[in-house]
């Protein structure tokens, strides 16, 4: 029997879970550097959680310079199970609206300035991606929301861009004629590290605004985002608390055995592997690499 350990990264506007018992602050060390701030442990309806303000508190990190590796690397190394993202995102689509919660199911990458395998030289593994969230993730994040009562759309297509500047109006009119749903900038590569992890992970998508495509997009003033900033953040919050017991003290497997992906992921041959990567992949690959 395995107990559930939720690990839930914090984005804009949510740098703390309040509610929970025994917590206190603990910051782990990774050989991939310095993750974004100490994490948040404690005990939320009796299930065990690990809370990592993505851009660290005070909101101190870029999208670009967030360290998602050492980020992905500590949770690992604090026995997290399965990995909940919330994050801010604009909208593509009239009928996803500022407040709404999309519970994205693919992503677009159109990062390219961070790194995004904990692989590489002297050892290479390919994992799959072609189903990036857990669906008993999100089967949970869908009756908590209901319950409490969240605007939300299961499924959607996010697309990841670099930042920290919002798209040009062409981007935006392409990236909605490729059919994506939202637009952000942090769950690339995160959702992809995490896989390289064996860790299920989901994303909840906060729509703060319309992006640019839309014709209010410029009447928008900073006011209004802060306050739906504000409104998300309370109810993301509100929304974990509901998750917690749904998931359950006792863990079940992802029906995707994410648990074990890196069993067929892992091409370099044994006697080639470099030590010092096996060394630094101690926490994220482990399960494999010592068998």
Known sequence: MTKTVLGVIGGSGVYDIDGLENAHWERLRSPFGEPSDAMLFGTLKGVDMVFLPRHGRGHIQT?????YRANIDVLKRA???DI???SACGSFR???????????????DRTFAREKSFFGPGLVAHVSMAHPVCPKLVDALEAAAKEEGIGHKRGGTYLAMEGPQFSSYAESMLYRQWGCDVIG???MPEAKLAREAELPYATVAMVTDFDCWHPDHDNVTVEAVVKIMTSNAAKARALVKRVAPKLGPVRQLSPLKIETCLDTALITAPDKRDPHMIAMLDAVAGRVLKA
């Open 63 to 67: 999208p670009s310079s967030i360290n």
């Open 79 to 81: 026995g997290v199970t």
């Open 84 to 86: 909940l993202s919330i």
């Open 94 to 108: 009239e009928e996803l609206p500022p407040g709404m919660f999309v519970l994205v199911d693919q992503f677009i």
């Open 185 to 187: 900038m942090t769950n």
